[in-house]
């Protein structure tokens, strides 16, 4: 009898398996190796002790949070939106300007909450496709074309894109942003700081821009769900309409501010993973039967021989990595997160102890 009641689109969805088993070696996530910084921690002992004021509600707008964004990226902190991870802005952002019969633009393969939440809002996802034999290299041109024939509300453009890896040149998605002005253009970089590029200036420019941003990759902080988003006065208020009051918890505000503070170590953090992700690539490509994939993310695609069962044997090990078997694109495919050295050499000794012992 529920099941007749939920909504037709809406009864296929697969509820997201987040593979919460016991392991020795967590690589399938995109999570950083690196725990919030010392100094951090230790401040925010301190808040937790002294007095949280966790009987009252949070600042509902975040305020000291979006001031101190806007020092770091040198915007308006009026023109920013923080949200519960940015998950909870790409939901947001399909409510506002999705309805029945409107269309959004989205790559495949691709992260999985653009279709999702533009269907629960009652829209039509359209891909376009990143073509394997490319390797999934974005083309401007595929998304102009697919543009003009669908008229989409929103265009998405994962950059770099999960779980691929690659990266669109700022050009070109400057020139995307100008030629959909009938469209909402979502950047969504999560993994951006990984290549040290972003579209954030340009939403000065560009009224139909907004870029997505995320604390649980380069600033170790998942397990805290806060990201945000910036964009232009107009778009940046029409966002706002649909986000839920009290949506960021004060633990969440104070963490994400503790650790915008320490921009020495998270830097650190992250000129470590982009050198270990060069060496890890380098050394995958070294093992029989496994291709590896460029990438400006903090994970690797590879396509593997044999991909389910190595991906069992690995997990039989307790080396969790992402496997993507819905998905004709990434057929044979696994995502590897980029770990500290030790994870990483524990997981090349596996593999080629799988792939050639086979």
């Known amino acids: 009898m529920i099941e007749e009641l939920i909504r037709p689109e809406i009864r296929s969805f697969i509820p997201y398996d987040a593979n919460q088993q016991p392991y020795k070696i967590k690589l399938d996530a995109n999570e950083s190796p690196f725990n919030m910084p010392l100094k951090a921690r230790q401040k925010l002992s301190e808040f937790i002790l002294n007095n949280p004021g966790l009987n009252l509600y949070p600042d509902t707008d975040s305020v000291k949070l979006r001031k101190a964004l806007s020092e770091h990226w040198k915007v308006d902190y009026r023109n ?109 970089e999560a993994y951006a700081e990984f290549c040290d590029d972003t579209v954030i200036p340009d939403t000065a420019e560009y009224e139909n821009l907004i870029v997505l941003k995320t604390f649980s990759k380069a600033y170790g902080l998942a397990g805290i769900r806060c990201g945000y988003s910036i964009a232009g006065p107009g778009l940046t208020n029409a966002v706002n309409l649909a986000r839920a009051p009290y949506n960021i918890s004060s633990l969440s505000q104070y963490a994400a501010l503790l650790v915008l503070e320490e921009k020495t170590e998270i830097a650190q953090n992250i000129s470590y993973l982009v050198n270990e992700r060069e060496w890890l690539s380098k050394e995958l490509t070294k093992i029989q039967g496994i291709d590896v994939y460029n990438s400006y993310a903090n994970f690797i ?33 696994l995502r590897i997160s980029v770990g500290i050295r030790q994870q990483n050499t524990v997981l090349l000794d596996e593999l080629n102890t799988i792939c050639y012992n086979k």
């Open 80 to 188: 920013i939106i923080v949200g519960t991870g940015s998950d909870q802005l790409i939901q947001i952002l399909a409510n506002v300007f999705v309805g029945p019969g409107d269309r959004v633009l989205y790559p495949a393969p691709s992260f999985g909450m653009y279709a999702d939440s533009c269907i629960i809002a009652g829209g039509t996802p359209v891909k376009y496709i990143l073509q394997p034999e490319n390797r999934f290299e974005y083309s401007k041109q595929t998304i102009l074309e697919a543009y003009d024939k669908e008229k989409p509300k929103l265009v998405y453009i994962c950059n770099p894109n999960n779980p691929t890896g690659n990266l669109m040149p700022r050009g070109d998605v400057l020139e995307v942003a100008g030629y959909c002005k009938d469209a909402v253009v979502i950047v969504d």
């Open 301 to 333: 695609l590879v396509r593997v021989d044999n991909c389910r069962e190595v991906y069992k044997k690995l997990c039989e090990k307790g080396i969790f990595v992402r496997i993507f078997g819905a998905s004709p694109l990434l057929e044979n495919c």
